[in-house]
């Protein structure tokens, strides 16, 4: 047993639960989404590498397995274990963040990475789910009219825009605008007013010129290239043409598998990670983009099914969090690759060639099994499990 | 109260999760929009876009048309030309070292192996990047021999231009070179965009550049984005270039070029009838297949230089004055207008006076008093002085520029000057001075003013020949040419042109003609012409009271132009020639003779009704 058995007069039954029990309270149907998307992510990188394992589908199909242990192993632990660590969490990967400042490497015109006893780490990734994590445990504790008074959300704030203000200067514009989003629908759901939202985003708007000042070329040269793609249609632009073609020129139906000439010939720049979402596109066509959407949609939806069964905030909002920022990976990189937003390097969740993306995903699909499993534990306003 | 302000909370959080949950659903609608917009609204476009992206149309240069003479002899061909390329990726990096081994098998440049590598630094992997081009074949085969050692080095076929007669149809046919900026910029042919494309740049191979050309083909490929080639889609050869059939006969053609070698000057042969050329060769000669592998500075310097002018076609843009072969023109402008008769006699004293200006004979002693047929047989001045000045010159402009003068004859090549016909108004305009009597004199021997080319001179005597029916000189043998119905007549009278030829056979076959030298009877076929000498340098009267020295003893440039002009079989004319010799000395001495060999090979070829005969090749 992992957890005795105790009785206050906090915390409920779901303690007490034997590995057997939380096995068979694990969500079949939710793995069953998880599955599907990643065995479409194994198909799109065997496409995209011209009909073969290698280099991508092997490597992320190693990693799911990886992962989807982990995402198991994640789940069965006590979720007030997390909450009672997620300050801890959040405070390990803030000093991460403020490592990669200071001593991290430069790669692809960013500083992103840093090495921890040789491994090499991103530590914006741990970061998300920190985040979340810790948003979830502070609001946890909050009463509504606690969090519409000014004061309480001076803090959240704080805690948000640190990490945000730290990857922005990577700058990873991609994750910062994921962990901004995710945060600023967190406040919102917890119920802090319109009005401040109001403020804020007039605020934010007024600052725009003087944050534009602050952006790399590279990145005043994205919006540039979305506001106007046939600027530079060789140059700048010839990324979102080109992914804009791959897309439309699959049709209704698509060219069939392996047939796409875009990816096939190397028109799409970085098919195997950003722009994944295009050699489905041109492959499957409409039907395919629709089928990947729907299983994307089912995935969020389920997660905030999820949120509503769990008896605790804690939980509840850990798994919008989570499911949100799902939503926010999906919808910023599709409308991306669709020339609707501009290009901020924002992967398509599980299909995107990556590790460490991979990892944090299947982390956070794992944190939202653990609130599955978890929805009938009771948490006080203090977590006392363990003391 | 607790449980109620938990209740609150959660009531908020699940309230705000549905207003999130319509937002996203909205989001995910929006993505769905943009989808069916660009996967089926614009599908058709994108498609397009999609192809274009991964085919590339690459042209293919059709072989250029071949050239043959009359009688389906090549003329011009095309040759396999070999060229060694090298293609960085497959050198496995060792570039330098695959260069050093080629150096040892085919010696480069030290300038050749620089561009070879900046070339391969500028472009990608798997581009070719040529070494050199016309190779030997044994230079071809030691490096196919050595191809284990050199990883990356390929051989390439081309084809390239080949004159079977370099020398002796340089200047008819021209040759082939890269196009220039200023003809890329005047053509909507995409083949001249082409590297290394090859077009016509003078005679027939600018002429009929656009016929022997071709159509352009194309390869379809497909390529990736790095622009190598995955594989051909399509493949279309074009249109090979048009096949020409000329007039020339190879044979007559060398036979003129070799009879004239080492003088410069030009032979012009037709046909009389249908102004057919059979042969036209211009002196010196010069080798145009050295022209497609590119002349070194010294041999293009030496073309340059050389005083004999051999990059010029003199045949057509050559101008002599016409000296005494004009005095078939003053005759026969005489004859018309009713101001001498046959028998009209003139005495010749070896001079004549105009005011007190003194106009020789080329016979000091004078030729005594000699008649039409005599003059023309004698080339007497003194005789075309007094018929010149009793025709006057307006008559004599009219007759010369209907037998051609002063016009261009119209031949199907580039580059023909016009000559020059003085009339009275012409020397007013351009000259500002009124014309002389003095002027009738000179033009009366063919002197002065009066400048033609040789080809020129040759239609000139053709219309003679032909009883003054005109024609335009040709070089190609159209098969869809529709003979003119009605030929233009000039309106001589047959009479007085028989007349002329009269004088004109007498030239070549009376024991006391001009040139005597030049006569043939081939199985009963003879010629007749008029010799021609003009001045280069005026006689001084000092020169002249000195006595006057031989051509062979004043400097080449000094020296007189020898002329011929010819026509044969005279009892049923068909070929007439038309010969110049730069300052050959004299027209009976230097152009006959060459004129006799070219029009004996003529009558005993008789290329017009009879075609020959070939034993070695097989034939055709």
């Known amino acids: 047993m992992l957890f005795p058995k105790r009785s206050t007069s906090f915390v409920d039954s779901g303690s007490d639960m034997t590995i057997k029990d939380k096995l068979l309270h694990l969500s079949v149907f939710y793995l069953f989404l998880i599955l599907i998307v990643a065995c479409t992510g194994f198909l799109v990188l065997y496409a995209a590498a011209n009909g073969s394992w290698n280099p991508w589908a092997s490597k992320q199909f190693i990693r799911f397995i990886f992962g989807i242990i982990m995402l198991i192993g994640i789940s069965l632990i006590d979720i007030r274990f997390w909450m009672k660590y997620a300050y801890v969490l959040y405070i390990a990967s803030l000093v991460l963040l403020i490592a990669v400042e200071l001593f991290g490497h430069v790669g692809m015109g960013a500083q992103r990475w840093v090495s921890i006893a040789g491994i090499r780490c991103q530590p914006s990734e741990p970061m998300k789910i920190a985040l979340i994590l810790a948003l979830a445990k502070y609001f946890h504790n909050a009463q509504l009219s606690d969090i519409q008074s000014m004061s309480f959300i001076v803090m959240p704030s704080a805690m948000v825009a640190l990490p945000v203000l730290l990857v922005l200067k990577q700058p990873d514009l991609g994750t910062a605008v994921l962990m901004a989003g995710g945060a600023v629908v967190m406040f919102f759901l917890v119920g802090v007013q319109l009005w401040k939202f109001i403020l804020v985003t007039a605020c934010g708007l007024g600052f725009i010129p003087i944050a534009w000042q602050f952006l790399h070329d590279y990145q005043k040269d994205r919006v540039f290239t979305f506001l106007d793609p046939e600027r530079d249609p060789l140059g700048k632009g010839y990324h979102i043409l080109q992914s804009k073609i791959t897309l439309g020129s699959g049709g209704v139906f698509g060219k069939g598998f392996l047939q796409g000439t875009q990816s096939r010939l190397n028109f799409l720049p970085e098919k195997q990670t950003d722009f994944i979402f295009t050699v489905l596109a041109e492959e499957f066509g409409l039907i395919g983009g629709i089928f990947l959407l729907i299983m994307y949609f089912g995935l969020i939806f389920y997660g905030y099914m999820i949120a509503f069964r769990s008896t605790n905030m804690f939980g509840r909002l850990l798994a919008l969090g989570l499911s949100t920022n799902l939503f926010m990976y999906v919808f910023i990189n599709i409308a991306m690759v669709m020339g609707i937003l501009p290009v901020v390097g924002v992967p398509l969740p599980m299909i995107s060639y990556g590790g460490t993306v991979m990892l944090t995903l299947m982390f956070s699909f794992g944190l939202v099994e653990c609130v599955n499993v978890h929805s009938n534990v009771q948490i006080g306003r203090r977590i006392s499990f363990d003391d | ?551 062979d003893e004043i400097p080449w440039k000094d020296r007189n132009h020898a002329l011929f002009v010819s026509f044969g079989p005279t009892t049923s004319p068909r070929y007439a020639i038309s010969v110049v010799v730069e300052h050959g000395g004299g027209g009976s001495t230097a152009a006959a003779p060459i004129a006799r060999e070219v029009m004996k090979a003529a009558l005993e070829m008789d290329p017009v009704t009879k075609p020959p005969v070939f034993h070695e090749k097989g034939g055709q």
């Open chain 2, 1 to 551: 109260m607790m449980l109620s302000r938990e209740n609150d909370k959660t009531k908020m959080v699940s309230h705000r999760t549905m207003a999130v949950a319509c937002m996203e659903l909205c989001a995910g609608l929006v993505l769905f929009g943009r989808m069916y917009f660009l996967q089926v609204i614009n599908a058709d476009r994108y498609r397009t876009m999609a192809e274009e992206n991964r085919i590339s149309t690459r042209l293919l240069a059709p072989p250029r048309g071949l050239i043959f003479d009359r009688f389906g002899q090549s003329l011009a061909q095309n040759n396999q030309n070999f060229r060694v390329l090298i293609i960085s990726e497959l050198t496995d990096g060792k570039l330098n070292e695959v260069l050093e081994t080629l150096n040892k098998i085919l010696p480069l440049t030290e300038h050749e192996i620089q561009r070879v590598k900046k070339e391969v630094r500028r472009s990608r992997d798997f581009t070719p990047v040529p070494i050199r081009e016309n190779l030997s074949w044994e230079e071809m085969a030691s490096i196919q021999l050595n191809a284990p050692d050199l990883p990356g080095i390929v051989i390439d076929e081309g084809l390239s231009r080949y004159y079977p007669h370099p020398e002796e149809t340089a200047h008819m046919l021209g040759s082939v070179g890269s196009v220039s900026e200023k003809e890329q910029a005047t053509t909507t042919n995409p083949l001249y965009r082409l590297p290394g494309y090859k077009i016509g740049k003078d005679g027939i191979e600018l002429q009929y550049n656009d016929e022997l050309c071709g159509k352009e083909g194309a390869r379809r490929l497909e390529v990736n984005a790095g622009g190598r080639v995955i594989r051909e889609i399509e493949r279309d050869e074009g249109t090979p270039g048009k096949n020409l059939t000329l007039t020339i006969d190879a044979r007559l053609q060398n036979i003129a070029y070799n009879a004239l070698k080492g003088q410069s000057g030009s032979v012009v042969l037709l046909d009389i009838y249908s102004g057919e050329i059979l042969a036209m060769v211009s002196t010196p000669g010069f080798n145009t297949n050295a022209f497609n592998r590119g002349l070194t500075q010294a041999e293009w310097d030496e073309l340059i230089k050389n005083e004999k002018n051999p990059l010029m076609n003199k045949a057509l843009s050559g101008l002599y004055s016409p000296g005494s072969t004009f005095k078939i023109i003053v005759a026969l402008a005489a004859l018309e207008a009713g101001v001498i008769k046959p028998d009209t006699k003139v005495d010749c004293k070896g001079y004549v006076m105009n005011g007190n200006q003194r106009f020789h004979c080329w016979k000091h002693q004078g030729h005594g008093e000699v008649n039409l047929r005599e003059a023309i047989m004698h080339s007497c001045d003194i005789y075309f002085y007094e018929i010149a000045q009793r025709v006057g010159i307006d008559r004599i402009s009219a007759m010369a520029k209907k037998f051609g003068f002063g016009a261009i004859t119209g031949i199907d090549l580039p580059g023909e000057k016009s000559g020059l016909m003085p009339t009275r108004g012409w020397k007013e305009t351009i000259r500002g001075e009124l014309w002389t009597k003095g002027d009738t004199f000179n033009t009366g021997i063919g002197q002065g003013y009066v400048l033609a080319t040789p080809l020129q001179l040759a239609v000139m005597v053709a219309m003679v020949a032909n009883d003054g029916i005109k024609i335009t000189p040709k070089l190609l043998i159209d098969p869809n040419h529709k003979e003119v119905d009605r030929p233009q007549n000039l309106n001589i009278s047959k009479a007085n042109l028989q007349l002329v030829k009269e004088g004109m056979f007498d030239v070549v076959n009376n024991p006391k003609g001009t040139a005597r030298s030049a006569r043939v009877n081939v199985h009963g076929g003879l010629i007749a012409g008029k010799t021609g000498t003009t001045q280069v340098k005026r006689i001084t009267m000092k020169e002249r009271e000195e006595g006057l020295k031989s051509q």
